[in-house]
T-cell receptor
Framework: DAMVIQNPRYQVTQFGKPVTLSCSQTLNHNVMYWYQQKSSQAPKLLFHYYDKDFNNEADTPDNFQSRRPNTSFCFLDIRSPGLGDAAMYLC???????????FGDGTRLSIL | GENVEQHPSTLSVQEGDSAVIKCTYSDSASNYFPWYKQELGKGPQLIIDIRSNVGEKKDQRIAVTLNKTAKHFSLHITETQPEDSAVYFCAASNGSNDYKLSFGAGTTVTVRA
């Protein structure tokens, strides 16, 4: 089945220690998104790629960066995680603008 | 920017009854409205969506209605089953950002057996 796969499902890192989360897709969609979801809240868009074109949301902290080396893969890098960055990180894909977004099952990040 | 309000925040229904969740949006340029179901420990799953050129859409036990004039849309689940228990999010496309969805705060639905 075509899908969005996130690894790992659970990630623990230390305060200030860089961490990378990964996402892959077999849907061959042009757009990939990263969302942050905190407990009992809606997902919050961090950034998206249309192909290699990177688009950052205005309120996304500088601490968060992303890479998309090819159509299938996208990475979220958190340079110096703080306690406030503990959350579920969701990857999603879509064919284009205003098209259905398909989500992975997320990576739950804990900060010690 | 777009502001989406969702009600109620929690909903408990008896198995077999209907559940209705309502959302309002502020941006008249919004034209795409998806609904997501999120189970514990999983990502949101698209269950139905509607575009502004349509007033109603149905898929088996799930239906969505859209009133563009009043800027509100609703999710209707009929003949609820225990597996319908989850958090449901409505969302609206953003008039100034073609790729951004503005989400409602979510409704926790519990179906009592």
């Amino acid at each position: 089945d075509a899908m969005v796969i996130q690894n790992p499902r659970y990630q623990v890192t230390q305060f200030g220690k860089p961490v990378t989360l990964s996402c892959s897709q077999t849907l061959n969609h042009n757009v990939m998104y990263w969302y942050q979801q905190k407990s009992s809240q809606a997902p919050k868009l961090l950034f998206h790629y249309y192909d290699k074109d990177f688009n950052n949301e205005a309120d996304t902290p500088d601490n968060f960066q992303s890479r998309r080396p090819n159509t299938s893969f996208c990475f979220l890098d958190i340079r110096s995680p703080g306690l406030g960055d503990a959350a579920m990180y969701l990857c999603a894909t879509s064919r284009g603008a205003r098209q259905p977004q398909h989500f992975g099952d997320g990576t739950r990040l804990s900060i010690l | 920017g777009e502001n989406v309000e969702q009600h109620p925040s929690t909903l408990s229904v008896q198995e077999g009854d209907s559940a209705v969740i309502k959302c309002t949006y502020s941006d008249s340029a919004s034209n795409y409205f998806p609904w997501y179901k999120q189970e514990l420990g999983k990502g949101p799953q698209l269950i139905i969506d509607i575009r502004s050129n349509v007033g109603e859409k149905k898929d088996q036990r799930i239906a969505v209605t859209l009133n563009k004039t009043a800027k509100h849309f609703s999710l209707h689940i009929t003949e609820t089953q225990p597996e319908d228990s989850a958090v449901y999010f409505c969302a609206a496309s953003n008039g100034s950002n073609d790729y951004k969805l503005s989400f409602g705060a979510g409704t926790t639905v519990t179906v009592r057996a």
